[in-house]
């Protein structure tokens, strides 16, 4: 698989990763041998960068990461997880060293390591992405060696713009995909001249993406697709990336159109991403082995030519933009 560098990691992860929240909780039930199945079929594939969070089931996802790099052989791989969403109350004020300290010791516990590959700040509140105290903090914990670098997910661009503006962040994590495409304009420029890696999460639009959903789909009670359409539980951007889902699948539909022979249409949405100048990995998640084996694949198909690109850009202008542009 095609490596890319990480930012100021300085890690060579492959331009596909993994995303560990469907094995961890919130997308319908996944026993542990699906998870560890769907997790060595993403490294067979290539895959070297695993994307976790301390809140993923509560730190199942973090702990089924353990398990398996403990009883399968495999190369060098990279571990991103992150911290704050276990802040109660959910506010800046939470974000304390002690906390920030708690929260990534545990996610040392659970992953069975020394030192934290990648921490990554949880999309916190806003405030926190201007606070001092929370950078030095942080840093702290590098020199303690509890962490090795650290970086951000965001909600917004401008969070994002925000945070990389800190010389220490080495990387991003942001909704990026044919849906949301606002990163495009000022982040993903803005990134690499700051050399901080961009990891692109949400890249199928939670499946919509997949064109495999319909308006008669049905998701699981403990599915977010089904419990947070309308940011009940927590942003509304992080499902369907913010679309409602009839404009979702109508406009999923025209991009499935566009898909290669051979290929899946996921496999050309992860493709468009990849073909973004300044992106590091895209981490789309995966409940199965075969969901997983068949986004590893999608690295190889060739990158999508002026029509299909200049196509992707009309749907997204026409049908999704009036909707989420302006709110991320």
């Known amino acids: 698989m095609e490596q890319r560098t990480l930012g100021k990691t300085g890690y060579q992860v492959g331009v596909v990763g993994l995303g560990a929240w469907q094995i961890g909780a919130d997308w319908g039930e996944v026993n542990e041998d699906d998870a560890l199945d769907t997790i060595a079929a993403a490294v067979d594939g290539g895959v070297n960068f695993i994307d976790t969070a301390d809140v993923y ?54 992953l069975g390591v020394d030192t934290l590959d990648l921490v990554q700040l949880h999309c916190p509140p806003t405030a926190v992405y201007s606070m001092d105290s929370v ?8 020199q303690e060696k509890a962490v090795a670098y650290y970086g951000v997910s965001v909600e917004t661009v401008d969070e994002a713009l925000t945070a990389i503006s800190r010389s220490q962040v080495a990387t991003v994590q942001v909704i990026l995909n044919a849906f949301r495409q606002k990163p495009l ?32 789909t049905e998701f699981a009670a403990n599915d977010h697709r089904n419990f947070n359409r309308h940011g009940e539980s927590f942003d509304v951007g992080e499902t369907f990336a913010g679309v409602d889902y009839e404009t979702g699948v109508r406009a999923a ?15 050309l949405a992860l493709r468009w991403i990849l073909d973004q100048d300044g992106v590091s990995v895209v981490i789309p998640g995966a409940r199965n082995a075969d969901q997983a084996r068949s986004n590893a694949q999608a690295e190889q198909l060739a990158p999508l030519g002026p029509d299909a690109l200049r196509a992707i850009r009309e749907i997204y202008d026409e049908r999704i933009r009036p909707l989420v542009h302006d709110r991320w």
């Open 253 to 267: 539909r025209e991009i499935a159109k566009l898909t290669p022979e051979g290929a899946t249409t996921a496999q």
């Open 185 to 216: 304009e000022r982040l993903l420029p803005a990134a690499k001249e700051a050399n901080v890696g961009i990891i692109a999460r949400v890249p199928l639009a939670s499946g919509l993406l997949s064109g495999k959903y319909d308006e008669n």
């Open 135 to 142: 950078y030095e903090a942080m840093d702290t914990l590098v």
């Open 57 to 110: 089931g509560d730190g199942r996802s973090e702990r089924l990461i353990r398990r398996f790099l403990g009883e399968r052989s495999h190369g060098p791989i990279t571990v991103a997880t992150k911290a704050g969403r276990r802040a109660d109350p959910f506010v800046a004020e939470q974000y304390t060293l002690d906390n920030l300290r708690a929260w990534t010791d545990r996610s040392r516990e659970n």
